[in-house]
Structures are given as C-alpha cells and as structure tokens.
T-cell receptor, first 113, second 110 residues
C-alpha cells in the first residue's frame, strides 16, 4: 500500500542537541511539506519542496533545516537554535496539480527533556 | 493575504444533535477547498475537496458545501465516533500550498 511514513513516533531531545525526523513516501509525489502543530495554533508550515534538490522556507523556518536528495525522502532536522521545539510535527506530500490535496503522515511528537 | 478562519473553535454536541462547522476564507483565486479530520495524536485524514461555489459532497453523516466566501461541514445525527478536530484548508491558484484554518474540535457525547 502506498503511503507516507514518519519516524520515530516519539522523540526526546536534550537541550543543545540536534535531532532529525524522518519522512518517507512511496506515492510518487513530487511535493513534500513539514508542518508544526501546537495546541490552539493549527498547522504552521516549516519547509516545503516541490522537486528534488530544491526546497523553500515556510512561515517558521528558523531553527530548522531540511534536505531533499531523493524524491521519496524529506528529513527535517531540529537544531539547537530552535528554542521551543516541543510540538507535534507532521509531514505531508502531494502531486503538483490543480486541486490535489495533501496526504499526511502519522506525525512525530518531539519533547525537550 | 490569503486567510482561513474556522468557527467555532470547539463544539460540544449530544449524540444525534445535528450542527454545522464554518470555514470562512479569503483567497486570490480558489483552486480548491479541503476538509480533513484529525484524531488526537494522528495525522489529518482527507475528507472532501470542493472546487467551485454551489458544489456539495457527502460521506456518511458529513456533508460539505461551498460558497464564494465560506464552506460548511454539516454533521447529521452525529455519533461519538465523529469526535475529532476538523480542519479546513484552501489552495490558491498562485503558490499552490494549502493554507489551513485553526480547526474546530468536535466532541459528541452519548
């Protein structure tokens, strides 16, 4: 079955540590996205990529980095520069076409300890 | 600026009590409007896409409608398993990214 897989489901980060969240899709989608979700704030776009080896900043990119070396993969690194990283992180993918929505992964909950 | 506002933020219903969720939007050329359902601790699950004013779509107890300024998600005779957060998003012709509303948290009590 085609889908989008995020791992791990839960992640704990120590102060000053970088962590990487994985996102893999086998839907043959060109575009991939990373969102952050906090209670009462909806989905906020961190980074997105519409083609391999290219990506753009979203609304809250500071403290995060991404890479898109393969069509199937779009990992997100939460760096030590991100001062408040505790949140639920969602990865999504889509084809670049009129009216085509996103397929979401199941999310990674990151907690600073 | 493209924007999506959902209301109410939270809605509590008794089982069988029908109601509607609202999604108001401003967008420079609507490419599509999307409804998603999200259960706690999970990713959003796609429900409907609406493309033009007057369009309606149904799935079980849910019916989505679209006008030029807003969309409604009507829930008929809800059951406790309909409890979830419902997200609305719009896609503009320019840009193509989905712009999400804050969501409406629906709770249906037996």
């Amino acid at each position: 079955d085609g889908g989008i897989t995020q791992s791990p489901k839960y992640l704990f980060r120590k102060e000053g540590q970088n962590v990487t969240l994985s996102c893999e899709q086998n839907l043959n989608h060109d575009a991939m996205y990373w969102y952050r979700q906090d209670p009462g704030q909806g989905l906020r776009l961190i980074y997105y990529s519409q083609i391999v080896n290219d990506f753009q900043k979203g609304d809250i990119a500071e403290g995060y980095s991404v890479s898109r070396e393969k069509k199937e993969s779009f990992p997100l690194t939460v760096t030590s520069a991100q001062k408040n990283p505790t949140a639920f992180y969602l990865c999504a993918s889509s084809i670049v076409a009129r009216g085509y929505g996103y397929t979401f992964g199941s999310g990674t909950r990151l907690t600073v300890v | 600026e493209d924007q999506v506002t959902q209301s109410p933020e939270a809605l509590r219903l008794q089982e069988g009590e029908s109601s509607s969720l609202n999604c108001s939007y401003t967008v420079s050329g609507l490419r599509g409007l999307f409804w998603y359902r999200q259960d706690p601790g999970k990713g959003p699950e796609f429900l409907f896409t609406l493309y033009s004013a007057g369009e309606e779509k149904e799935k079980e107890r849910l019916k989505a409608t679209l006008t030029k300024k807003e969309s409604f998600l009507h829930i008929t005779a809800p059951k406790p398993e309909d409890s979830a957060t419902y997200l609305c998003a719009v896609q503009a012709y320019q840009g193509g990214k989905l712009i999400f509303g804050q969501g409406t948290e629906l709770s249906v009590k037996p």
